[in-house]
């Protein structure tokens, strides 16, 4: 599943399954999640409308943070990157921003070095699930 900003796949997994082994393939790929948003919740609690279920996983690769916030401290205004889990049409959906694009608007292009090793990076965990 292509699209402008990310790349994703549709799974015929649950959701909780899909979840799970997201993170899993985040973990073996270096990534850690910092923050996680569950969109249906705060839709409930917020707006008091159902929503499908879907969950923002906010992933970091400590080494290439780190890298990159030495190169632009004002970097963390676009990290972490965001993982999406949801239900879609009886299918489950795992995407990954595409962190070349996130990174282009800031016009520092010697970032794209480790927009690349993320991008790689994502792109396997999504292809491994």
């Known amino acids: 599943m292509e699209m402008t900003y990310?790349?994703?796949?549709?799974?015929?997994?649950?959701?909780a399954g899909a979840v799970q082994r997201a993170r899993?393939?985040?973990?073996?790929?270096?990534?850690?999640?910092?923050?996680?948003?569950d969109v249906r919740e705060k839709m409930?609690?917020?707006?008091?409308?159902?929503?499908?279920?879907y969950l923002i996983l906010g992933a970091?690769?400590?080494?290439?943070?780190?890298?990159?916030?030495?190169?632009?401290i004002?970097?963390?205004?676009?990290?972490?990157?965001n993982v999406v889990v949801y239900e879609e049409g009886g299918r489950t959906v795992v995407a990954a921003i595409d962190a070349i694009k996130m990174l282009s608007i800031v016009g520092r292009p010697e970032l794209a070095g480790a927009a690349g090793q993320v991008n790689e990076?994502?792109?396997r965990?999504?292809?491994?699930?």
């Not at 970091?60 to 632009?72: K, V, W």
């Open 125 to 129: 965990v999504i292809d491994s699930l």
């Open 44 to 53: 409930k609690e917020k707006l008091g409308v159902d929503f499908r279920n």
């Open 6 to 15: 990310g790349y994703g796949r549709a799974l015929d997994l649950p959701y």
């Open 24 to 37: 899993e393939a985040l973990k073996a790929e270096g990534f850690g999640v910092l923050c996680e948003i």
């Open 121 to 123: 990076k994502l792109r």
């Open 60 to 72: 970091c690769n400590p080494p290439i943070a780190y890298q990159t916030l030495q190169q632009d």
């Open 74 to 81: 004002n970097i963390g205004l676009l990290l972490p990157c």
